[in-house]
C-alpha cells in the first residue's frame, strides 16, 4: 500500500491492524501439544481440536512467529496429514477423516500449492520439492495431465494412483493456478511492475533440473529466462529475452545479488 500507492497512512493502519491479529492468532490459536493451529474455536470460544491443512495458509501469509514454523512444517508434513501425493486436509486419526468426502481428508491441489509457497517462505525448501513432486506426480496419472478440482487422499504406494473425487471439477480453476503457484515459487519469483525489476530466488529440487519461461508479462515488458540446477544445488539463471526497462535480478535471502541480462 505505501510502495504502490503511496499512501503510508492507510499502511501504517493496515500493518498495526495486521500484528494485532497475528498476535491474537497466537495467543488464542496455537496448539503446544501438537506443535500447530487449532482449526477455530467453537460457541464458547474453546479451540477445536483438529490437524487440518489450514496452519499452511497461515505461513503463507507469515503470520506464524519464525520459531514455530518448524513445528508446523513437520506436523503438515507428518504422515497421518501427507498422503503421498499431497497434503490431507483432515489428519487420517481424525474420528471425521474419510479420504474420499470433500473437505474431510482429501487432497486439494490448490490447498498444497499455499502450503508450499508457506513453507518457502520460512525457508523450508526441501519440503516445497516434496509438495511439488507429489502434486504433479498426481496429475501425471489424470487425463492430459489435468488436476482436478480434488482427489482422494488414500496413502500413496507402490502401484497406486490419485483417486478422482467423484463429480469434482475438471479442468478447474483453482487447480490449474496450483500449478503456476507451485513453478512461481520454485522460483522465487517477485515481480514489482511498478519499478520495472522481477526477482528470482530460485530452489529447484534435484528432480527438477531446468524450468524454462517464455512471454512472462512484468506491467508492460516481457522476459523469456531459463533457470537451471546445477550439480551442486546452485542455480545459473540465463536471460533469454527481454525489454528494456526490465530488470531481472537474482535474490539470495533479502540481498539482491547481481541483475542478468539477455545476451546481444
Do not use: C
Amino acid at each position: 500500500m505505501e510502495t504502490a500507492y503511496r499512501d503510508r497512512h492507510l499502511a501504517t493502519r493496515l500493518r498495526s491492524e495486521a500484528d494485532r491479529l497475528a498476535n491474537q492468532i497466537e495467543e488464542r490459536f496455537w496448539w503446544e501439544a501438537e506443535g500447530t493451529y487449532y482449526l477455530g474455536l467453537d460457541g464458547d470460544k474453546r479451540p477445536v481440536d483438529t490437524v487440518s491443512s489450514n496452519p499452511g495458509h497461515l505461513l503463507w501469509q507469515r503470520a506464524v512467529v519464525p520459531e514455530r514454523a518448524a513445528r508446523v512444517v513437520q506436523r503438515l508434513m507428518a504422515e497421518d496429514m501427507w498422503s503421498g501425493w499431497g497434503i490431507r486436509t483432515l489428519s487420517s486419526k481424525h474420528v471425521a477423516y474419510d479420504p474420499l468426502s470433500y473437505q474431510r481428508g482429501s487432497v486439494w491441489p490448490h490447498d498444497n500449492a499455499i502450503a508450499a509457497a508457506g513453507f518457502r517462505a520460512y525457508g523450508f525448501d526441501k519440503e516445497v520439492g516434496m509438495v511439488a513432486a507429489g502434486i504433479f506426480d498426481a496429475a501425471s496419472k489424470f487425463a492430459s495431465q489435468r488436476l482436478p478440482e480434488l482427489f482422494a487422499g488414500l496413502t500413496r504406494d507402490a502401484g497406486a494412483f490419485p483417486v478422482q473425487y467423484l463429480g469434482a471439477n475438471v479442468p478447474q480453476a483453482w487447480s490449474s493456478g496450483a500449478v503456476v503457484h507451485l513453478v512461481t515459487t520454485l522460483l522465487g519469483l517477485d515481480a514489482d511492475a511498478r519499478d520495472g525489476v522481477l526477482r528470482l530466488r530460485p530452489a529447484l529440487p534435484e528432480w527438477m533440473s531446468e524450468v524454462t519461461l517464455r512471454q512472462l508479462r512484468v506491467g508492460d515488458f516481457s522476459v523469456d529466462f531459463r533457470v537451471v540446477r546445477r550439480p551442486d544445488g546452485s542455480h545459473e539463471v540465463e536471460v533469454l529475452a527481454g525489454e528494456e526497462g526490465l530488470e531481472v535480478k537474482i535474490v539470495s535471502g533479502t540481498e539482491d545479488l547481481r541483475s542478468v541480462a539477455p545476451d546481444v
